[in-house]
């Protein structure tokens, strides 16, 4: 049996990294009662709703017939209805967009496990806190200026590093519920590493983020961006509608302006936060990652035109 009712492997035990004072985990536990409060709120989740919702989405799923999906499993139905606030219909054409997705983009989603991606994690560019935010969301950080080397690391790496981080906080139902949020430093960024950027590369994040992700992206914050960041945005705006545009946010060097969404005391000094734990690498939240090589391996077996193994 799994060892949490999100999750489609079966990892014997909770994956987890502890670094001094630092423990990195993924969350598999159950809904703590205030987000309980906000799924209601926020998506309808009662248990009602859930449970109609759960059997509705069964029914388009089965109609799907070159989709192979875990449809008997509760709780991946429930993974894709949270950010559809409960709607089969929404919920049901989120799949198949993300599913989709993976097969127009194959070259990058096939066989994508964290051990096979070591490269993007030991360059440091891409993080996520440790702790979340005061609105219990995950912040992912992704450091494309002095720290990213064009020569050792490439575009499509860092996607693919994202693509791990977002399939992992899904299995989280904190995360499921809070959502997260992007912080994208581009402290540093050079024109060199501007022309790294191309429109095929801006549409794909783009599509991905918007349509793709089941999961809630609240906010992407956008800071210390040197001028010659609106070359690279010019190429992300014209695929951008008017939701995604209107989450994000750019403050350059201005705490102030982040501190407004985002708390100084989940942020540490460098953000102009008051955490004071030491910032977690990627080369250490690899070795978390690679403890689920197992359960990515079981997501990459679903999709269109998948066969279940007898």
């Known amino acids: 049996m ?22 990195l985990e993924v969350e598999l536990g159950e809904l703590k009662p205030e987000t309980k409060e906000i799924a209601r709120k926020e998506l309808r989740e009662t248990p009602d709703v859930v449970r109609e919702a759960v059997k509705e989405l069964r029914d388009l799923l089965k109609e799907e ?61 891409l993080t996520v806190f440790p702790n979340r935010d005061q609105e219990g ?14 020569k050792k690391v490439t575009l499509d790496e860092v996607f693919k590093g994202c693509v791990l981080f977002l399939e992992l906080a899904m299995l989280e139902q ?3 519920v809070c959502g997260a949020v992007v912080i994208f430093d581009m402290d540093g960024l050079s024109l060199s590493q501007t022309t790294k950027f191309t429109p095929a590369f801006a549409k794909r994040i783009v599509d991905w983020l918007q349509e793709s992700v089941p999961l809630r992206i609240k906010n992407i914050h956008i800071v210390n961006q040197p001028y010659i960041f609106k070359m690279v945005f010019a190429l992300f705006k014209p695929f951008l509608k008017e939701k995604l545009r209107n989450r994000i946010i750019f403050h350059g060097t201005d705490r102030q302006s982040l501190h407004k969404y985002l708390d100084p ?4 000094e460098c953000y102009g936060g008051t955490r004071t734990i030491p910032r977690v690498n990627g080369d250490q939240w690899l070795q978390l990652l690679v403890k689920c090589d197992k359960e990515y391996a079981a997501i990459n077996s679903y999709g269109y035109n998948k066969k279940q193994e007898k």
């Not at 492997?9 to 630092?22: A, H, M, T, Y």
């Not at 894709?80 to 070259?107: D, G, M, Q, T, W």
Request: aromatic letters at 12%; charged letters at 30%; hydrophobic letters at 40%.
């Open 2 to 23: 799994p060892i949490a009712r999100t999750m489609l492997s079966e990892i014997d035990e909770v994956p987890v990294v502890r670094f001094g004072d630092v423990t």
């Open 65 to 125: 017939k070159d989709l192979l999906v875990p449809i008997d499993n509760d709780d991946w139905l429930i993974r894709f209805l949270r950010p559809c606030k409960f709607y089969p219909e929404s919920a049901f054409e989120l799949i198949k967009r993300y599913y989709n997705f993976k097969v127009k983009h194959a070259v990058h989603y096939d066989g994508l496990i964290p051990s096979k991606e070591s490269n993007i994690f030991n360059a440091n560019i």
């Open 137 to 150: 969301r995950r912040i992912l950080v992704i450091e494309l200026g002095t720290k990213w080397d064009t």
């Open 174 to 176: 904190e995360s499921q």
């Open 265 to 268: 005391e989940v942020l540490p």
